[in-house]
């Protein structure tokens, strides 16, 4: 038999294998699904017609809505149903049609998105993707197998990311975009293919960033990928000349990152048909 908590409500037509484990205060709706080795954490609500299956754990307080579908086997050819688990954090919104796959053997065995995070409808979390608290998926969203998205970033409707991308802290992806190389914390990047065009200052004033500190990350911005000259070369002038900033040296760490699998996006500029609204030197809606 399931391990049910007394006090979790089972609306008539749920499949629950036996093995699940249903936490205190859940809810779960009209014919959901759950496998053998899933475990819903305290205070989880499944609205209605959610699978999950596989070695998936979804954290507390974490809402799902309908046709949702996590803990599923990845897309990848070479995976012969190997033991892989997927996990979901505290406080996350799965929107309708979203999509999580658990894990493939070629990474670590795991995918996870971390708590907080709300993902709109239709995105898709490919398979041994890495997501921090905090992020958000936009609708229809494809992250690709492998990739890494740090705390905060927003990816915008619609926007494609390539497997073993990484994705900085705070950073920014506009809709559409399709991201092939890695972007850097706080940067803002737009378009097909995504060019690095300016950095997510609202975000950061919304996470209490200082007016100083953002004036410092814009010089920096600027010497980095603005400036002509050799890249390392302007890495180590950088380095040495802001060693206290701590924005500064969180991106110049990404940089170098020599697990890094994938290069650094280009930098670029938006033409005035593009820019729509965007402030172009601060990579943020106005």
């Not at 899933?38 to 309908?66: C, D, F, N, Y």
């Not at 890494?148 to 990816?155: Q, S």
């Not at 410092?216 to 070369?233: D, H, M, S, T, V």
Request: proline share 6%.
């Amino acid at each position: 038999m399931p391990q049910i908590d007394p006090t979790a409500q089972i609306a008539p037509g749920a499949s629950i294998a036996e093995g699940a484990v249903i936490g205190a205060g859940c809810r779960i709706g009209p014919y959901c699904s759950l496998g053998p080795e899933v475990v819903l954490e305290e205070g989880v609500e499944l609205v209605s017609h959610v699978v999950i299956e596989g070695a998936t754990r979804i954290g507390a307080r974490s809402r799902i809505l309908p046709f949702a579908s996590i803990g599923t086997p990845p897309q990848d050819l070479k995976y012969k149903n190997e033991p892989t688990r997927c996990e979901v954090g505290a406080g996350c919104l799965i929107r309708e049609g979203a999509t999580i796959h658990r894990a493939s053997v070629g990474g670590a065995g795991l995918t996870r998105v971390g708590a907080g995070c709300m993902l709109m409808a239709q995105a898709h979390v490919g398979h041994d993707c890495l997501l921090g608290d905090g992020v958000i998926l936009a609708n229809n969203v494809m992250l690709g197998g492998h990739v890494l998205v740090g705390d905060g970033a927003f990816i915008g409707g619609g926007a494609a990311v390539h497997q073993t991308v990484r994705i900085g802290r705070l950073a920014m992806v506009s809709g559409l975009a399709g991201v092939t190389n890695d972007i850097p914390p706080f940067g803002y990047v737009f378009g097909l293919p995504a060019r690095l065009v300016g950095f997510n200052k609202i975000g950061l004033l919304r996470r209490g960033v200082s007016r100083d500190q953002l004036r410092i990350l814009r010089q920096a911005n600027n010497l980095l990928f603005k400036e002509p000259g050799e890249f390392a070369a302007k890495l180590d002038q950088a380095a040495a000349r802001w060693p206290e900033e701590a924005l500064v040296q969180e991106v110049i760490a990404f940089v170098r990152d020599t697990t890094r699998r994938r290069q650094l996006v280009r930098p670029g500029r938006m033409t005035a048909p593009e820019l729509g609204g965007i402030d172009e030197e601060n990579g943020e809606g106005v």
